[in-house]
């Protein structure tokens, strides 16, 4: 017999072509001439579409997985982050400052102590104080938490109103920009949130009305409902913070001995040095608290960097589990065609050539799982991303970095390196004794 190298380069992806699929892709090899492996890998695709097509969903899933919740986990910090961009310093009575942090900036219904007028008007005056806004909570309407404050604090968090306008007077409202409330709207507020909200708490209290809607911000308060402060302390029966003869008028300035407590004030201050020093002057009095929310969150994050690291060795596990499961499916399968391999042998195809064919179907496989996975990753991040925004009320959006695109990289790579394995063993393994029926 000539050897297979004395063949000319058509006549030997004929021979290969007819050793496995017989007379028919002996035409279409003739096509492939000079490269007669990826004749025979697209022999094999075609053979074994369902199982192929298995192969290809294992490996989009393991990937998609790993990059679904590593982008997750960046939108999410991106996302808490911009949500406190507009709150620099809150300051509330001694207590938890996540709390604080979450009923301010997250409008989570939190138990919180309250600060008195005359402290909350020594902190108004407080040098380089350019803004101290009072935030009371602890009512709603259907889903949306209400809100108590002032009109500049709705122009620091969302600038002018998107639509409509500022309140004038008690009993008019401003809406988050996502709330399906429109303008002229009444509602009367109800004690509590959600299901536990007592709807006879405030029976007979005055209709509010919607008469603006606030810019979208991309956070918590855009399915809020923001009151005039001196209306939700009219709800419940307290002063308006402001003295007889001033009963009709809206935000500052407050009377301290006309005020009732306030659970959280939020404070911008002229500068940054200012910020730092007025939250050094207030959180060591023993009345008070200080917090920065970004460093609330800095401070979760880190707690629940353990998490991500976990997280992230459970997802490589699990990749390399598939992984695992991949190759070993593959030496299977790849051991139903060892008498069509040996055969390639018989004929006088060197084991290098055999290793060609095996490794090449191995990582074309791999590689369309892996871009499969990769568009489906990018799905099921956007699909989280959904989820959790609508769950918290925060604008979160994940996109795909080059973290995601090393670690399927990576993926690839090494997998692509191990898929060697099985093809050495077939190409080791391909023999006459394969031959027998």
Not at 255 to 280: E, R
Not at 293 to 319: C, E, F
Request: net charge neutral.
């Amino acid at each position: 017999m000539s050897g297979w190298s004395d063949l000319s380069a058509t006549w030997q992806d004929a021979l290969i072509c007819l050793a496995l699929l017989g007379p028919g892709a002996v035409a279409g090899s003739v096509v492939l001439r000079g490269f007669a492996p990826w004749a025979l890998v697209a022999a094999f695709l075609r053979r074994f579409v369902w199982t192929n097509l298995l192969f290809v969903i294992l490996i989009a899933a393991s990937v998609a997985l790993g990059i679904g919740l590593v982008a997750q986990e960046r939108a999410l910090r991106m996302g808490g982050a911009r949500a406190t961009d507009k709150f620099d310093l809150i300051i509330s009575a001694p207590g938890s400052e996540l709390s604080v942090t979450l009923a301010a900036v997250f409008l989570q219904p939190m138990q919180l102590q309250l600060l008195d007028g005359s402290t909350f008007a020594e902190i108004e005056a407080s040098p380089g104080v350019a803004l101290a806004a009072p935030l009371v909570f602890g009512d709603s309407f259907g889903s949306a938490p209400i809100v108590g404050t002032t009109a500049a604090f709705v122009d620091h968090l969302a600038g002018p109103v998107a639509e409509g306008r500022v309140w004038q007077k008690a009993g008019e409202a401003i809406v988050g920009a996502t709330l399906p409330l429109t303008f002229g709207d009444g509602f009367v507020p109800a004690h509590g949130y959600g299901e536990a909200a007592d709807q006879d708490a405030h029976k007979g209290a005055p209709e509010h009305r919607v008469v603006g809607r606030m810019a979208a911000t991309g956070t918590p308060w855009d399915r809020a409902i923001l009151l005039p402060i001196e209306s939700v302390w009219q709800v419940h029966g307290l002063a308006t913070g402001h003295a007889p003869d001033r009963v009709a008028q809206m935000g500052a300035p407050f009377d301290a001995a006309f005020m009732p407590g306030v659970p959280v004030m939020v404070v911008k201050a002229a500068s940054l040095p200012a910020t730092y020093a007025v939250q050094s002057r207030w959180q060591s009095d023993t009345r008070t608290m200080a917090v920065f929310p970004g460093a609330v969150l800095s401070g979760l994050y880190r707690v629940m960097g353990n998490v991500r690291v976990a997280m992230s060795a459970i997802s490589s596990l699990a990749q390399g589990l598939v992984a695992a499961s991949i190759l070993a499916g593959l030496l299977i399968l790849l051991r139903l065609l060892g008498r069509q391999l040996a055969l390639l042998r018989v004929l006088g195809a060197p084991a290098r050539f055999v290793l060609a064919v095996v490794w090449s179907y191995c990582a074309l496989l791999l590689a369309i799982g892996t871009l499969v996975g990769l568009a489906a990753g990018v799905g099921l991040a956007a699909a989280l991303s959904n989820w959790v925004s609508g769950e918290t009320g925060v604008l979160i959006y994940a996109t795909i970095g080059w973290t995601e695109l090393h670690l399927t990289a990576g993926f690839l790579s090494v997998v692509a390196a191990l898929s060697l394995l099985p093809g050495w063993v077939i190409s080791r393994n391909a023999n006459v004794a394969d031959l027998r029926l």
